[in-house]
Nanobody, 114 residues
Framework: HVQLVESGGGLVQPGGSLRLSCAAS????????MKWYRQAPGKEREFVSG???????LYVNSVKGRFTISRDNAKNMVYLQMNSLKPEDTAMYFC?????????WGQGTQVTVS
């Protein structure tokens, strides 16, 4: 069955780095546009970054120059390297893709910058 499993979150000081990972299974990963979202307490879930099957990338303005999305199609993995972290990056981070017009989500991984 279709599954996304995020990992790599944690507590980090401002200016620090984390690398999030998302393990995908149950669908044709290499053909899928993969995305990272985040949701802070009391706020709506927001798009952070996306990567196409061709490796093209997209970032929300607030993370440009600090975050890097990548993928490994051989391993069915998508990553989010987060550098120069700020307290405002604190959120639950989710991996996602759209299948048959429906967004599929992982369970999320918590990132706390403090």
């Amino acid at each position: 069955h279709v599954q996304l499993v995020e990992s790599g979150g944690g507590l980090v000081q401002p200016g620090g780095s984390l690398r999030l990972s998302c393990a995908a299974s149950g669908f044709t990963f290499a053909d899928s546009y993969m995305k990272w979202y985040r949701q802070a307490p009391g706020k709506e879930r927001e798009f952070v970054s996306g990567i196409g099957s061709d490796g093209s990338t997209l970032y929300v303005n607030s993370v440009k120059g600090r975050f890097t999305i990548s993928r490994d199609n051989a391993k069915n993995m998508v990553y989010l390297q987060m550098n120069s972290l700020k307290p405002e990056d604190t959120a639950m981070y989710f991996c996602s893709f759209r299948r048959n017009f429906i967004d599929v989500w992982g369970q999320g991984t918590q990132v706390t910058v403090s």
